[in-house]
T-cell receptor, first 112, second 111 residues
Framework: QKEVEQNSGPLSVPEGAIASLNCTYSDRGSQSFFWYRQYSGKSPELIMSIYSNGDKEDGRFTAQLNKASQYVSLLIRDSQPSDSATYLCAVINAGNNRKLIWGLGTSLGVNP | DVKVTQSSRYLVKRTGEKVFLECVQDMDHENMFWYRQDPGLGLRLIYFSYDVKMKEKGDIPEGYSVSREKKERFSLILESASTNQTSMYLC??????????FGDGTRLSIL
C-alpha cells in the first residue's frame, strides 16, 4: 500500500461545477497535510494547508480533513478552465517532520 | 514571499559529463530538497539537507551527490551523467512541519 494515494484521473468536470479531489494516507500519526497544483511543465505551487480535522476554506478552494478515516480532500467550487492541472496531495508523517510524502497526483480537466 | 531560485531552466549535457545544478533560497529555511519528476512516476526525492553540511539520502540517490556549504544554497551533482538522468529536476525548501516551496525547475537533457 502506498503511503499517500490519489486517484490518477483524469477527472473531467464542466465549467462552473464543483471538482472533488481525494487523498488517503496510511500513517495514522500524520499531522500536516497540503494540496499543491501543478500546471504542465511547471513546478508545484502550494494552494492549501490543513492541520486539524474539519474544513478550511480559501476562496473557491475548501480542504477537508478526516483523521479518523485518514483522508483529506480538496473541493474546487465554480471550476474554471484555468483550474485544469494536476493536483498533488502531500503529507508530513509523524516519524519525520522534515519530509513530505507525496501522492502521484490527480489530473483535472475543466471543460468550457 | 519565499523565493527559491534554480540556476537554469533548461540544460543540455553529454553522457559522462559532471553536471552541477544549483539552488538558492532566501527564507533562511533549514531544509532543502532535490527531486526529479518523470511522467507517471511523480515526485521522487533524491537527497535532502536539514542543515549546513548535513545531508540524507532520499529514495533514488544513486548516481547523484549533493553539497550544502551555506544555508541558502544546495547543489545537486551528477557525477557522470547518463541518458536515464534526463528529467525535470526540482529544488524545494521548507522549515520544520511546514510546506515546501519550489523553484521553477530545471529540465535537463543528457545526450
Amino acid at each position: 500500500q502506498k503511503e499517500v494515494e490519489q486517484n490518477s484521473g483524469p477527472l473531467s468536470v464542466p465549467e462552473g461545477a464543483i471538482a472533488s479531489l481525494n487523498c488517503t494516507y496510511s500513517d495514522r500519526g500524520s499531522q500536516s497535510f497540503f494540496w499543491y497544483r501543478q500546471y504542465s511543465g511547471k513546478s508545484p505551487e502550494l494552494i492549501m494547508s490543513i492541520y486539524s480535522n474539519g474544513d478550511k476554506e480559501d476562496g473557491r478552494f475548501t480542504a477537508q480533513l478526516n483523521k479518523a478515516s485518514q483522508y483529506v480532500s480538496l473541493l474546487i467550487r465554480d471550476s474554471q478552465p484555468s483550474d485544469s492541472a494536476t493536483y498533488l496531495c502531500a503529507v508530513i508523517n509523524a516519524g519525520n517532520n522534515r519530509k513530505l510524502i507525496w501522492g502521484l497526483g490527480t489530473s483535472l480537466g475543466v471543460n468550457p | 514571499d519565499v523565493k527559491v531560485t534554480q540556476s537554469s531552466r533548461y540544460l543540455v549535457k553529454r553522457t559522462g559529463e559532471k553536471v552541477f545544478l544549483e539552488c538558492v533560497q532566501d527564507m533562511d529555511h533549514e531544509n532543502m530538497f532535490w527531486y526529479r519528476q518523470d511522467p507517471g512516476l511523480g515526485l521522487r526525492l533524491i537527497y535532502f539537507s536539514y542543515d549546513v553540511k548535513m545531508k540524507e539520502k532520499g529514495d533514488i540517490p544513486e548516481g547523484y551527490s549533493v553539497s550544502r556549504e551555506k544555508k541558502e544554497r544546495f547543489s545537486l551533482i551528477l557525477e557522470s551523467a547518463s541518458t536515464n538522468q534526463t528529467s525535470m529536476y526540482l529544488c524545494a525548501s521548507s522549515t520544520v512541519n511546514q510546506p515546501q516551496h519550489f523553484g521553477d525547475g530545471t529540465r535537463l537533457s543528457i545526450l
